[in-house]
């Protein structure tokens, strides 16, 4: 073999054994576990903080206004709920609530809850509805909630009463409709704070009953 070939020769496998060195060299380092300074790994693990307002709202509430959230039922399957200033009044999970009309009375002035209670208005009498109505002190808040039925058992007093509070629907609030309503006593003029939903065949989200009402915002402490 000439000197020029076996020179060839050497140099060829010089150039495989560098190129093997470089390719492994390089593969060790990449493989080795990166190491972020303390300061960027702290970042990118800290949970992002969700910042919650009273009674779920997606924004705070004025300094002197109350926070509060109402949910009528859902047909005769998820009871209604009540949330004021961030409590809890009413609810299934307390199992306070019941068909018909739920009611709390919330102080105007502190927001104190002063009492709450469900009336059945398919089988029970309205006269007990119509006493705590008659009842109620004056500047207290009445939230109301409908569950199931919450008009078969309405009679023309029951429906003054609720009209004098505020309400705008009281008169033609029917079997199985929605409705959720914040008023006072000796209101004047009519409550910018209701929701109606009529029971029909042709709306009704649910196969015997309209969808389920959520009302929230903020109320001012002193008559709206």
Not at 19 to 34: A, H, L, N, P, Q
Not at 50 to 67: H, R, S, W
Not at 179 to 192: A, E, H, L, M, N
Not at 196 to 223: A, H, V
């Amino acid at each position: 073999m000439r000197v020029s070939g076996v020179l060839r020769l050497l140099a060829l496998i010089f150039a495989i054994i560098t190129t093997w060195i470089f390719v492994r060299s390089y593969m060790s380092s990449s493989m080795k576990t990166i190491r972020l300074p303390r300061w960027l790994a702290a970042s990118s693990t800290k949970e992002t903080q969700v910042v919650k307002y009273k009674c779920g709202l997606i924004k705070p509430c004025p300094a002197n206004d109350f926070a509060f959230k109402i949910c009528s039922g859902a047909a005769n399957v998820v009871g209604p709920s009540m949330c004021f200033e961030d409590h809890m009044i009413m609810s299934p999970v307390k199992n306070n609530v019941g068909r018909g009309l739920n009611i709390a009375l919330v102080n105007g002035t502190t927001g104190a809850v002063l009492g709450q209670r469900a009336f059945d208005m398919y089988s029970g009498d309205v006269k007990h509805l119509v006493k705590f109505l008659k009842e109620i002190p004056g500047g207290a808040l009445v939230l109301v909630a409908s569950y199931d039925d919450p008009g078969t058992k309405m009679d023309d007093e029951s429906r003054k009463l609720f009209s004098d509070l505020g309400s705008s629907y009281a008169k033609q609030l029917g079997f199985r409709d929605s409705w959720v309503f914040i008023g006072t006593k000796d209101f004047r003029g009519k409550s910018p704070f209701e929701q109606f939903l009529k029971n029909s065949p042709d709306t009704n989200k649910y196969e015997g009953w309209p969808e389920l009402l959520e009302m929230e915002g903020c109320l001012p402490r002193k008559p709206f």
